[in-house]
């Protein structure tokens, strides 16, 4: 016979924590696990041979090429409404000649990388995430595991691995495009030469501007990259899911470009950079 003492009273299990969790915090959870668990795999296949070189390459002309002529329209276009629109209150201050400075700053540390990385999101992260989604729905990821090709390391890896070294580059050329729209704004109701434009904004500059705005570049496309080819990659319910796949990419990307933006910056003034 057993005494109170032994009888043994179930344990409460972990499902039952979890079906306790609101639905929107457990798909939450859900999806941030599954992109932590791609990103490690992703690592761990990036770093063992073999390398598809030349996939790589041809993704990085697909991504970073093709993305360029709307890169370079929108910052055309940002460079010459921000100057447009600053220069009536300096002019309220007789600050005028210190737009070029001002537009320049402005453009290198926040507004050109956050914004090119925004169109980056749209157009490359949309355009993986519907990519690998049609591959998932018809099955060709699984054919290229039943041939015996890991279709992680050619297919995410390559894709990963490109938009994270081309972003980079789209908004170097942005920044630089921007000033260019800048330069011709102020020329607009004024007359300022090239050489002294340009002067002006390179002297303004320091390193502490142009180090952090590069770096967190990298983690733009990579963040791009990752959530894209995620989501196309686990794709399920046919072509509707291709559609969402490449929705929640985009939503899903620009919602990180903030977040590492919002770090980087607390990042830079905890060390002292700004």
């Keep these: 016979m057993e005494t109170p003492l032994s009888i043994k009273h179930p344990q409460p299990s972990k499902d039952r924590w ?3 969790l609101p639905t929107g915090l457990k798909s939450f959870l859900n999806e941030t696990g599954g992109t932590a668990r791609f990103a490690v795999r ?5 770093i063992f041979p073999p390398y598809e070189i030349k996939e790589v390459l041809r993704q990085a002309y697909d991504i970073g090429f093709r993305s360029l002529p709307l890169v370079s329209i929108t910052a055309f276009i940002i460079g010459m409404v921000l100057t447009l629109q600053s220069r009536p209150t300096l002019l ?8 070029p400075s001002m537009v320049g700053i402005s453009l290198i540390r926040e507004i050109g990388p956050v914004v090119t990385a925004l169109i980056c999101a749209g157009k490359i ?4 995430g519907a990519e690998l989604g049609s591959m998932k729905v018809t099955e060709q990821i699984d054919a290229m595991e039943v041939s015996g090709t890991n279709p992680f390391k050619f297919i995410v890896v390559t894709r990963v691995i490109s938009t994270t070294l081309t972003t980079p580059i789209l908004i170097i050329l942005g920044d630089a495009i921007a000033l260019y729209g800048s330069f ?3 020329n607009i109701k004024g007359a300022v030469s090239f050489t002294l434009f340009f002067k002006q904004v390179f002297e303004s500059l320091e390193f502490s501007d142009l180090i952090p705005a590069l770096i967190k570049t990298f983690f733009f496309g990579f963040a791009i990259g990752l ?3 995620y989501k196309g990659y686990y794709s399920t319910k046919g072509t509707e899911g291709v559609g969402r796949s490449a929705n929640s990419a985009v939503v899903i990307a620009s919602l990180l470009v903030f977040i590492i933006d919002l770090i980087a910056v607390q990042i830079t003034e905890f060390f002292g950079f700004l």
């Design 18 to 20: 979890i079906k306790i």
């Design 42 to 46: 992703f690592f761990r296949e990036a």
């Design 92 to 99: 309220e201050f007789g600050a005028e000649s210190l737009l």
């Design 125 to 128: 992260g949309s355009g993986i």
């Design 184 to 186: 011709l704004a102020v």
């Design 227 to 229: 959530i894209g080819c």
